[in-house]
C-alpha cells in the first residue's frame, strides 16, 4: 500500500516542478539574453546560475513540504471515502487499538479499489502571462540593438542608448602570509580582509563594461595601478599597515558601487615569558645549596626561535664592582609556539664570596623576518649576602630598613600575661580581670600598630560607644572591646605610646588637642581629625610573603586581645607565642636588597669645561615667546574644522602618514575623514571627525602673564638712578 501512496505523491510533485519550470523558463532566458546583449556574457551567465541554483532550492524546499503527511490529508480532502482518518494506513497495526485496527483495513480496501487524481492542473493564464513577458524582454533587446530608423549608416548598439554605469562583476582577493608565519594562502571573494602583518596581495577584478584604467587607491594618498589581463585586471602590494582603500576606474561612466574597503592587520605578538622557578625575583643562597635551578614557559602565536640565559657575576662593593656576564642557549620541550625549559646553573663555576651575586635573565626571540622579536624576563637575583655591620647606612650595600623600632612588646605583654597567671590565686577576681582587660587594652594597641603596615586605618575614636570594624579575615570583635574610663595602659606599650605621640586610649596614634583650634590653623585640624603615621612609606616596602606574614601575626593578636578581655589570661599565651613567632619572621624579612651596578657617569666635554662658553644660552630677560603648536598640520586641520570649513586636505594626509597605522583608532579616523572628503556639505560627517579628533588634540599649555606696566613711582625711580650714578 505504501508503494501506491509513494508513486501517487511522486506524480504530484513531479507535476508541480513542471509547473514551475514552464512557468519560469522563458522569462529567465529573456532576461539573461537581454544581460548579454547589455552587459555581456559573464553577466547572463551568472543570472543563469543564480535563477538554477535557486530554482533547486525550491524544488526541495516544495518536495519537502508536499510530503507523504501532506498527499494523506489531501485524500482526505478530496475523497469522502477515507472519512478523515487517511493517516491510519501509515501507522503499524500492532500498536493501534482494535477500533482504530478495523478502520486501517477498510481503508486499505479502498485503497485498493483507486485513488482520485491530485495532480494541480497546467496554469494556462499563468504560462500566457509568462511567454508574454519573455516576448516583452526580447523585443527589448531587439530594439535596443537595432540602428535608428532614417540614419545613413547604422550606428552601434553600444552608443545608441545611454551609457551604463560601470558594475564589478567578479572579485578575488589572494592572500599569501608570510613564509614564517606557517599559515597556508587563503582565497576570497571580498575586497575586505583581516590579514597577518607583512601577508601578499593581489586583486583580482573583472568590470562590465571594461574601463581604460583601473587604480587602488588608499587613504594616505598612496595608489597600484593595475594590470589588464584580457577580462581581468590584477595588482599585488605587501601589507605592513592597515589600510582603507577604494576602486578607481578611468571610463566613460562612474563605477556602480564605489565603496570603501578596509584591510585590517594582525600584528606579530613579541614572545611571552612565564618563569615557573623561582617564584621571586631576590633569593638568598641557602646553606649547602649547590646549584640554582630555572623552569620557564615560553609562547608565540606563530613559533619561538633561539632562547638563552644571560648570566651576570657581581662582585666587589661600592665603585669596586667587577661584573661578569656569559650567556647560555637553551633547548627546549614543547611545540614550534609554545615550550618549556628547564636549566640548572652550577654554583661551583662561580666561587661565590659574601656579599656576590647573580643575575639571571631570560631573553628569548621569535621567528619572525626580516628582523626577530625579542623578549626579554624579569632580572632574578641569586644573593650570598655579606655581614652587616653596626654603622651601615647611605649606599653602602644598599640597604634600607622598612620596620620601625618600636615593634618590641610583643614579648612584654607575654611576659606580663605570665605573671598575672602566675598571680591568679592571690589577686581578687575583680582586680584580677580589670589587669587582664589592660592587657587585651594593650595587645589591641600593638595589632592596630601592625595593622597600619597592612592599611588598616579604621578605629573608634575612643569617646566610648564606636564600635571597631571587624579585621580582614573576619574575626568578630570582642566583647569589651573599649577600655574602662580612667584606666591606664599596659607598662610596655606606654612607653610606646608616648614615644611616637600616640592616644593610649584608642590605640589609633591620633593626637589629643591640648589647645582651642584657630581658625586657619591647619596644624591643629590635622593634629586634631587627621591621622598620620610614623612611616608613611612602610607599607609599600612590603614584599606580599612578608605581608601575609603580618596578616597571620594580627589574627593570632586577635585571638589572644578575645582571651584576655574575657578575663582567659591563660588561653590567650599560646595565641601570644605565635604572634611573637611570626612578628620575628617579619623582623627577619624587613630588609631589602637592590641589585648593584657599575657606576657609569656621563663622559665631560674638556674642550667646554672651565671656558666660560655660553653659547646656546638663553637671556633670563628676553620676552617670552610665543608657544609653537606641537603639530603644525594638525592644528591647521582643527582650526578649519572648527571654523566649519573644508581643510587642507594634503596637511591631513601628511599628519595621518606622521602618525602610523598602529594605532587603534587611525583607520576610523581616516574613515571619517573620507566620508567629509567625498561630501563636504554633510554637517554629521564634520561632527563625527571633530569628536574623534578631539581627544588626540595636545593639551593646552598655560599662558605667561604680561609684565605690568611701569608706575609713575617706578618711572621717577629708574630716572633717578643716572643721576644718582654721577653724583660723586
Known amino acids: 500500500m505504501s508503494d501506491r501512496l509513494t508513486a501517487a505523491l511522486r506524480s504530484v510533485q513531479q507535476r508541480r516542478c513542471l509547473i514551475a519550470l514552464a512557468l519560469g523558463l522563458a522569462p529567465v532566458l529573456a532576461l539573461g539574453w537581454l544581460l548579454r546583449v547589455q552587459l555581456g556574457p559573464p553577466a547572463a551567465a551568472v543570472l543563469l546560475i543564480v535563477a538554477a541554483i535557486a530554482g533547486l532550492l525550491w524544488a526541495h524546499a516544495d518536495q519537502r513540504r508536499h510530503d507523504l503527511r501532506w498527499y494523506l490529508r489531501a485524500l482526505d480532502t478530496a475523497d469522502r471515502r477515507f472519512e478523515d482518518s487517511a493517516t491510519l494506513l501509515l501507522s503499524d497495526s500492532a500498536t493501534l487499538p482494535p477500533l482504530a485496527q478495523l478502520q486501517q483495513l477498510r481503508l486499505r480496501k479502498r485503497l ?217 642557549r637553551l633547548r627546549g620541550e ?68 622598612a620596620m620601625p623600632a618600636f615593634f618590641r612588646s610583643q614579648r612584654q605583654i607575654i611576659i606580663d600575661t605570665e605573671a598575672l597567671v602566675a598571680e591568679q590565686t592571690r589577686l581578687a577576681p575583680e582586680r584580677f580581670l580589670a589587669k587582664s582587660d589592660a592587657l587585651g587594652v594593650d595587645q589591641k594597641i600593638l595589632r592596630l600598630r601592625y595593622g597600619q603596615f597592612l592599611g588598616e586605618e579604621f578605629e573608634s575614636s575612643g569617646q566610648g560607644g564606636g564600635q571597631e570594624h571587624p579585621p580582614e579575615r573576619g574575626h568578630p570583635p570582642s566583647a569589651g572591646d573599649q577600655p574602662e574610663p580612667g584606666h591606664p595602659p599596659g607598662e610596655s606599650e606606654s612607653a610606646d605610646s608616648s614615644n611616637s605621640g600616640h592616644a593610649p586610649d584608642d590605640g589609633h596614634d591620633h593626637a589629643t588637642p591640648t589647645a582651642p583650634t584657630r581658625f586657619g590653623d591647619a596644624g591643629n585640624v590635622l593634629a586634631e581629625y587627621g591621622h598620620t603615621h610614623d612611616i608613611a612609606e612602610a607599607a609599600t616596602l612590603l614584599d606580599p610573603e612578608t605581608k601575609e606574614i603580618l596578616r597571620a601575626a594580627l589574627e593570632q593578636m586577635w585571638q589572644a ?113 573620507d566620508n567629509l572628503r567625498r561630501d563636504p556639505a554633510c554637517s554629521t560627517c564634520l561632527t563625527a571627525l571633530r569628536t574623534r579628533l578631539w581627544p588626540l588634540l595636545p593639551r593646552a599649555s598655560a599662558a605667561s602673564s604680561g609684565r ?4 609713575s613711582t617706578g618711572r621717577a625711580y629708574l630716572e633717578s638712578l643716572p643721576a644718582t650714578k654721577a653724583t660723586p
Open 561 to 673: 586581645e578575645l582571651e584576655l578581655r574575657s578575663g582567659r589570661p591563660a588561653k590567650a599565651l599560646p595565641y601570644e607565642y605565635k604572634a611573637l613567632e611570626r612578628i620575628k619572621q617579619v623582623q627577619q624579612a624587613t630588609r631589602i636588597y637592590l641589585a648593584r651596578v657599575g657606576l657609569e657617569l656621563p663622559p665631560v666635554d674638556e674642550a667646554r669645561r672651565l671656558s666660560g662658553e655660553r653659547a646656546g644660552l638663553r637671556d633670563s630677560l628676553s620676552p617670552a615667546a610665543a608657544a609653537a603648536p606641537a603639530d603644525a598640520d594638525l592644528d591647521a586641520v582643527w582650526h578649519n574644522l572648527r571654523a566649519e570649513t573644508v581643510p587642507d586636505w594634503s596637511r591631513w594626509d601628511s599628519w595621518l602618514r606622521r602618525r602610523g597605522s598602529q594605532a587603534t583608532d587611525t583607520l576610523d579616523l581616516a574613515a571619517a575623514a
Open 112 to 328: 485498493a479499489d483507486g485513488l482520485p487524481d491530485l495532480r494541480p492542473r497546467m496554469p494556462v493564464a499563468a504560462l500566457t502571462a509568462s511567454l508574454a513577458l519573455a516576448a516583452i524582454t526580447l523585443l527589448l533587446s531587439l530594439w535596443r540593438t537595432m540602428p535608428e530608423p532614417g540614419s545613413a549608416a547604422a550606428v552601434p548598439a553600444q552608443t545608441a542608448a545611454p551609457a551604463l554605469p560601470v558594475s564589478l562583476i567578479h572579485a578575488r582577493l589572494d592572500l599569501t602570509p608570510p613564509p614564517y608565519t606557517g599559515l597556508a594562502p587563503e582565497h576570497r571573494e571580498t575586497l575586505d580582509a583581516h590579514v597577518p602583518e607583512g601577508s601578499r596581495l593581489q586583486w583580482q577584478l573583472v568590470f562590465a563594461p571594461t574601463p581604460r584604467a583601473v587604480r587602488v587607491r588608499f587613504h594616505d594618498g598612496q595608489s597600484i595601478e593595475l594590470v589588464r589581463d584580457n577580462e581581468r585586471w590584477t595588482a599585488s602590494t605587501t601589507l605592513t599597515s592597515a589600510m582603507l582603500y577604494r576602486i578607481e576606474i578611468d571610463a566613460d561612466t562612474a563605477l556602480a558601487d564605489d565603496r570603501r574597503y578596509r584591510l585590517d592587520l594582525i600584528a606579530d605578538q613579541p614572545p611571552q615569558i612565564h618563569v615557573d622557578v623561582p617564584d621571586k625575583t631576590l633569593s638568598t643562597l641557602a646553606p649547602g645549596q649547590s646549584s640554582w635551578e630555572f623552569e620557564i614557559r615560553a609562547s608565540d602565536d606563530y613559533a619561538l626561535g633561539e632562547a638563552t640565559l644571560e648570566i651576570t657575576h657581581a662582585q666587589g662593593s661600592g665603585e669596586n664592582i667587577q661584573v661578569r656576564q656569559q650567556n647560555q
Open 334 to 401: 614543547g611545540d614550534v609556539r609554545q615550550r618549556r625549559y628547564r636549566h640548572r646553573i652550577e654554583l661551583s663555576r662561580f666561587a661565590l664570596a659574601p656579599g656576590d651575586e647573580l643575575i639571571a635573565r631570560f631573553d628569548i626571540r621569535d621567528t619572525r623576518t626580516p628582523q626577530p622579536q625579542l623578549s626579554r624576563s624579569a632580572s632574578y637575583l641569586l644573593r650570598l649576602p655579606a655581614p652587616l655591620a653596626d654603622d651601615s647606612v647611605g649606599m653602602e650595600g644598599l640597604v634600607r630598613t
Open 708 to 711: 605690568s606696566a611701569i608706575g
